[in-house]
Nanobody
Framework: QVQLVESGGGLVQAGGSLRLACAASGRTFSRYAMGWFRQAPGKEREFLAAISRSGSTTDYADSVKGRFTISRDNAKNTVYLQMNSLKPEDTAVYYC???????????????????WGQGTQVTVSS
């Protein structure tokens, strides 16, 4: 089992940047494929980015491709989401998630993930 804690959210002006971090407990972090999602009020949880166990494979939603970058540091048990050129529509609670299924390289569907963090609020002002 793994516990995930997100950090780095906050209030930023449109066009600004934030870097989110998700710290995982335990010594088996490298066994998990990781993903970032977000959920705005009244909307479904939305896939943003995913990364494979080694970090060699990534996938992005079209809405964030070219603006967001996912990365991981297995030595630090941490996955990151660098967010640039932020827009007011990026305002949401951001979640990281871990997938234990070994057959999965990267996953875009929330239901595939086994563990979730508590979320961190990102607010982008216009």
């Amino acid at each position: 089992q793994v516990q995930l804690v997100e950090s780095g959210g906050g209030l930023v002006q449109a066009g600004g940047s934030l870097r989110l971090a998700c710290a995982a407990s335990g010594r088996t972090f490298s066994r998990y494929a990781m993903g970032w999602f977000r959920q705005a009020p009244g909307k479904e949880r939305e896939f943003l980015a995913a990364i494979s166990r080694s970090g060699s494979t990534t996938d992005y939603a079209d809405s964030v491709k070219g603006r967001f970058t996912i990365s991981r540091d297995n030595a630090k048990n941490t996955v990151y989401l660098q967010m640039n050129s932020l827009k007011p529509e990026d305002t949401a609670v951001y979640y990281c998630a871990a997938c234990a299924a070994t057959r999965v390289i990267v996953a875009t569907t929330p239901g595939i993930y086994d563990y979730w963090g508590q979320g961190t609020q990102v607010t982008v002002s216009s």
